[in-house]
């Protein structure tokens, strides 16, 4: 069982529940939720009025308008709907790493995001995957659900390569209702991300990109001579630790860092690092309200 110190306290708990998703569309949800849906209905919130059909219900019919013009008029209404939120949780072997390590980050963020949409009645499925999916949290709402949301995200252990794009192809192959795509990884893909981008974009999903590092990753502390371990293929080398390439590699490492935010940024998907010794409460509470993702 999942422990409130791991994953989220109480505190930061009530701080979160005054956040909500800033969907950047109107929403195509088909249950009862707080936004705004792209359909007219029974709502609350009068929009327009447009001619009576045969067949219509009358009960949205302006009586007002008749009387005034002899004409019948349809009162339309916008419902509000509940918002899909599809959370993908990179567990591959290189998420095993740092202190804390970037799949703990990983798994706390999620907790995080998964929280805010289910006390706002959002439907929120989850998504554990390496080199495909791996484990699927079926879609769920509501607060009665945060404690199996937690359990699900306690239970994952990181194993196996990274494939994003086996892992989106699978999961967004079948029909799903466009809502909003969190992706949580480090994005160490052999075969990059760019396929897999691509792939995601016709879908017309509202995304949000989380690339996790750890300190150890960006700033080594090796000697002189090493032996290096590929966490995912099991492959080994042995390597002399210059400063030259010691440069080589942190050069690499941000770069592969700035092609991903620079995608998010031309694509107009949000996009934020987070490092495992970060500030998680900035990162909740501040960064994702600055970058527009809950207000």
Known sequence: ?????????????????????????????????????????????????????????????????????????????????????????????????????????????????????????????????????????????????????????????????????????SYFGASRTRGLVILISDFMDRDGVEQSFQFLRPHRHQMFVFHVQSREEKEPVLGDEVMLVDAEEGTTLRAQITPQLLGAYQSALTAHGQRIEEYCRSHGWGHTLVMNDGSFEDLMLKTLREKGVVF
Not at 52 to 66: A, I, K, V
Not at 87 to 107: C, E, H, N, Q, Y
Not at 134 to 146: D, F, L, N, S, T
């Open 1 to 169: 069982m999942p422990s409130d110190s791991f994953f989220l306290n109480d505190q930061f708990l009530r701080r979160l529940e005054h956040l909500r998703y800033f969907p950047r569309q109107r929403v195509a949800g088909h249950m009862r939720g707080i936004h705004r849906s792209r359909r007219t209905g029974s709502g609350m919130i009068f929009t327009d009025f447009r001619p009576y059909s045969p067949g219509d219900d009358t009960r949205n019919l302006d009586w007002g308008t008749y009387l005034r013009l002899d004409r019948l008029m349809m009162r339309l209404f916008e419902e509000e709907a509940d918002f899909p939120i599809y959370i993908l949780v990179d567990a591959s072997a290189s998420m095993d790493f740092g202190t804390p390590s970037k799949f703990d980050v990983a798994r706390r963020v999620a907790a995080a995001m998964a929280y805010v949409g289910l006390i706002n009645m959002d439907r929120v499925s989850i998504v554990s995957w390496s080199d495909g999916v791996h484990e699927q949290m079926p879609a769920r709402r509501g607060k009665q659900q945060v404690w199996r949301t937690l359990h699900f995200l306690d239970r994952l252990r990181p194993a196996g390569r990274t494939d994003l794009l086996n892992t989106v192809t």
